[in-house]
C-alpha cells in the first residue's frame, strides 16, 4: 500500500521559507515521478510542481517559478519543496502526489497517490 506522508508546514511570515518534506513507502520511489499541488479553501487543487523519476527534469507553475525549488532523494524516498519569498496566497494545504504516468504532469487525473497534506499559512 502506497503511503506518502508532508510535513514542514507552519506558518510562516510574507518573505519567508519553509521546506515541505514527502517521504514515500509502499512503492519503488525511483520508478515514480513525483509533485506537489495546493488546495486553498474552497478551491479546486491546483498544480505547484513535479520531478521525474531521476530528478533531471522539473516543471513548475507560474505563480510559483523563481520561489519554490522541488528536488528528491531517491535513496531516502523522499521528495522535497523548498518554498521561498512566501507571500499570503501561497496559503493552502500543500499535497504530495505519486503520478500514475511515466511523467509527471499539471493534471489530478494523472496522480496515482496522494499524500495527506500539510498547512501552510503566510500571515503576518
Known amino acids: 500500500q502506497v503511503q506518502l506522508e508532508e510535513s514542514g508546514g507552519g506558518l510562516v511570515q510574507p518573505g519567508g521559507s519553509l521546506r515541505l518534506s514527502c517521504s514515500a513507502s509502499g512503492i519503488t520511489f525511483s520508478n515514480y515521478s513525483m509533485g506537489w499541488f495546493l488546495q486553498a479553501p474552497g478551491m479546486e487543487p491546483e498544480y505547484v510542481s513535479d520531478i521525474n523519476w531521476r530528478g533531471s527534469g522539473t516543471d513548475y507553475a507560474d505563480s510559483v517559478k523563481g520561489r519554490f525549488n522541488i528536488s528528491r532523494d531517491n535513496a531516502r524516498n523522499t521528495v522535497y519543496l523548498q518554498m521561498n519569498s512566501l507571500k499570503p496566497d501561497d496559503t493552502a494545504v500543500y499535497y504530495c502526489?505519486?503520478?500514475?504516468?511515466?511523467?509527471?504532469?499539471?493534471?489530478?487525473?494523472?496522480?496515482?497517490?496522494w499524500g495527506q497534506g500539510t498547512q501552510v499559512t503566510v500571515s503576518s
Open positions: 502526489a505519486a503520478f500514475k504516468v511515466s511523467l509527471g504532469s499539471r493534471v489530478t487525473g494523472d496522480v496515482g497517490s
